[in-house]
């Protein structure tokens, strides 16, 4: 399947990374809130942890987005690595949870 | 047309059966989402629908997982900024917040699945209480926050 720009007049593709990177800013905007609370609170070791798993989703969702770049020569990847990155992208917002449950109780 | 079906074709149900990897991830990381839930493997299931569909599905899982992101951000906010004179008070505000965009995230997950193996195997989309329950959710946060801001006042 390949996403050339006159056979996708909805811009589909185009519609799909913007969304990819609206949910990167969305959770790299709660790890840098986490980070900060970390910091304030001298927790350091989990500053650093909240700072990788924003680093981590960030990487996630760049990958995705460059595959779904409209006119790329390669074909689209299968649904398995469609469910692999929506699979990755629940379980970073479940750990974001995590990480902030322990902030606010701390 | 390079000699590959462009969006608004049908296609053929054998291209997306896993048989080439061009994502290029390693079998075993692949694995982890599909082990993760008791359910086949998706490309197993029925024929590969139309890309565009395919598309609207994940960007109502994206625009569901940024509302749960949402969600978390502003419990992390309440327990941050809000200032109430009874300790913990706030916990009770902050917590409920940030467990409902961790249930919103994983239950979102599920939804896109379930939406996914619908449209490959041609039936209906499935029923969804997400937004009942997001709604619900907010309301009885929003409530908690009211009497908890006149308990407050009350008290000092």
Excluded: K
């Excluded at chain 1, 929506?86 to 109780?105: E, K, P, R």
């Excluded at chain 2, 290029?24 to 029925?46: I, N, Q, V």
């Amino acid at each position: 399947v390949s996403l050339d720009e006159d056979a996708d007049p909805g811009l589909a593709g185009d519609r799909t990374q913007l969304a990819w990177s609206r949910s990167a800013l969305n959770l790299s905007a709660n790890g840098l809130l986490i980070a900060r609370a970390a910091l304030e609170a001298n927790l350091v070791a989990f500053a650093i942890s909240a700072t990788a798993v924003t680093a981590a989703a960030a990487l996630l969702i760049w990958h995705r987005a460059e595959l779904l770049t409209p006119g790329r020569r390669r074909p689209l990847p299968g649904p398995h690595h469609q469910q692999l990155a929506l699979f990755s992208l629940a379980a970073l917002t479940v750990v974001t949870a995590a990480g902030a449950c322990a902030i606010a109780v701390w | 047309m390079r000699g590959e079906q462009r969006l608004g074709t049908p296609l053929q149900a054998g291209r997306q059966r896993g048989s080439t990897r061009p994502g290029g991830h390693p079998r075993r990381l692949s694995s982890l989402a599909t082990r993760a839930l008791p359910s086949p493997r998706l490309e197993r299931e029925g024929e590969a629908p139309d890309p565009r569909f395919t598309f609207a599905n994940e960007r109502t899982f994206l625009a569901w997982n940024r509302t749960a992101l949402a969600l978390i951000a502003a419990g992390l906010a309440a327990a941050q900024f809000l200032h109430f004179h009874l300790h913990g008070l706030r916990l009770l505000i902050a917590l409920p917040l940030i467990v409902l965009g961790a249930a919103l995230s994983i239950a979102s997950y599920r939804q896109w699945l379930a939406a996914e193996r619908s449209m490959r195997l041609g039936q209906p989309p499935p029923y969804s209480a997400m937004p009942q329950v997001l709604a619900l959710g907010i309301a009885i946060v929003a409530g908690c926050g009211a009497v908890l801001a006149v308990i407050d006042r009350i008290v000092q």
